[in-house]
């Protein structure tokens, strides 16, 4: 070996020297070879994503996590590819309440939500809807899972025509014909006096009318 390959070789051990093991390994990387620069690499963001290229999916989203928020996007990689789509989407939302614009977040939003498994509750009447069905005299059946579209079964029902607070009468069933409507007398007046006092009527049984006055005027 000449005197000058030997100074070339120096050179060359310096330069890798001065370069430190990143550089090194993001050469490995560039070459298709992750698994060769993880070792070299102590920066979370980049061992994040030779992980995430070498289908290490969890143990990229964990040097991820580490990073913290400037890796949202990256996060939301690393769930979807470990089967945590439903996370993945929460963090893609974080990527677009950021900017809305985000053409890449939308596209992967949108394939990742098409496999969230859609949450089926069940139709047994908890809670507030549970009193509101018993004050109608419903009684919500078990959700059958093995039919997702059969209605809600009714298992009590108020047979009391009295508990309704306005029965349907002949007169209110009457179909709006045009011999019903030729049948009407042509006094509007007396139909708005009517009317207000049906209304009348109905706030004082609901206590929302105002107290008599002694006087009218």
């Known amino acids: 070996?000449?005197?000058?390959?030997?100074?070339?070789?120096?050179?060359?051990?310096?330069?890798?020297?001065?370069?430190?093991?990143?550089?090194?390994?993001?050469?490995?990387?560039?070459?298709?070879?992750?698994?060769?620069?993880?070792?070299?690499?102590?920066?979370?963001?980049?061992?994040?994503?030779?992980?995430?290229?070498?289908?290490?999916?969890?143990?990229?989203?964990?040097?991820?996590?580490?990073?913290?928020?400037?890796?949202?996007?990256?996060?939301?990689?690393?769930?979807?590819?470990?089967?945590?789509?439903?996370?993945?989407?929460?963090?893609?939302?974080?990527?677009?309440f950021a900017d809305r614009y985000d053409a890449d977040a939308k596209h992967n939003r949108q394939v990742v939500s098409a496999l969230v498994d859609p949450v089926v509750g069940e139709a047994m009447g908890h809670g507030r809807i549970k009193a509101l069905l018993a004050e109608r005299g419903f009684e919500a059946d078990t959700f059958d899972t093995d039919d997702p579209m059969a209605p809600v079964r009714t298992l009590d029902w108020v047979t009391d025509r009295d508990a309704l607070k306005r029965g349907v009468t002949r007169d209110r069933s009457v179909a709006a014909s045009a011999k019903w409507i030729a049948s009407l007398a042509d006094a509007p007046g007396e139909y708005l006096k009517a009317r207000l006092a049906a209304e009348l009527e109905r706030r004082v049984e609901t206590g929302e009318a105002a107290a008599a006055e002694a006087s009218r005027w």
């Open 1 to 96: 070996m000449t005197r000058r390959e030997l100074v070339t070789l120096a050179i060359a051990a310096l330069c890798a020297l001065a370069a430190g093991p990143d550089a090194w390994a993001k050469v490995a990387w560039r070459l298709g070879a992750p698994g060769l620069a993880l070792p070299l690499l102590t920066d979370d963001a980049a061992r994040g994503a030779a992980l995430y290229s070498a289908g290490r999916y969890d143990e990229a989203d964990t040097a991820f996590a580490a990073v913290g928020r400037s890796a949202t996007y990256n996060r939301g990689m690393t769930l979807a590819a470990s089967g945590s789509y439903q996370l993945s989407v929460a963090y893609f939302d974080a990527v677009l």
